[in-house]
């Protein structure tokens, strides 16, 4: 069964942190994972095809949510994609064409559980050390609100994890119950 972990929660909500402990979690359980960032791949868009506008920020998210994908696609069975990103910066419907194309039966969510204030003050202290094509830190405004409202989409079995605390390995261990489950 072609299975998928989605990383998923606001902004500077501790996803990048939590993919790379479940990646390595994972791998030290003898399963076969790679991480794929969002912002790994944006990155390097934004190196060779700029940086601009919010809109053109939007986009080059958009394009690089479908490489992702894409590469996924490609993957041999039994390879599990750790995905991380903000998944619900577009509809779900369009995460789940992305599932479908890449072939996926089964997604299980790690939701990545922050308070606004804490999200916010996160996104404000990181933007002096990230690349310029992100979005400045006055967009930790916007995200204060969007934290209030966001949610996991709940494809799949959804494990919450609280990353205002130090990443709980019981959590990383349920994620890897998952995966070995056959329903």
Known sequence: MRQAIIVNGVPASGK???????????????????????????EGLFVHVGTGDREHNRMLGRASY????NTVAAFPDGLVPVIDAWHGFQP?????????????????????????????????????????????????DELFELTKRAKPFAIGPVV????????????????????????
């Open 16 to 42: 990048s942190t939590v993919s790379a402990r479940l990646t390595q979690a994972l791998h030290d359980a003898g399963i076969a994972a790679v991480p794929l960032s969002l912002d790994t791949v944006k």
């Open 66 to 69: 479908h490489a992702i994908f």
């Open 92 to 140: 779900e419907s369009v995460l789940r064409d992305h599932i479908a194309c890449a072939r996926i039966e089964r997604v299980i969510e790690l939701w990545c559980r922050v308070t606004p204030q804490t999200a916010a003050a996160r996104y404000r202290a990181r933007t002096a050390g990230r690349h310029t094509g992100h979005l400045p830190a006055s967009y930790a």
């Open 160 to 183: 919450e994890i609280d990353t205002e605390k130090p990443v709980d390995p019981r959590v990383l261990g349920e994620v890897r119950d998952l995966l070995s489950s056959p329903t």
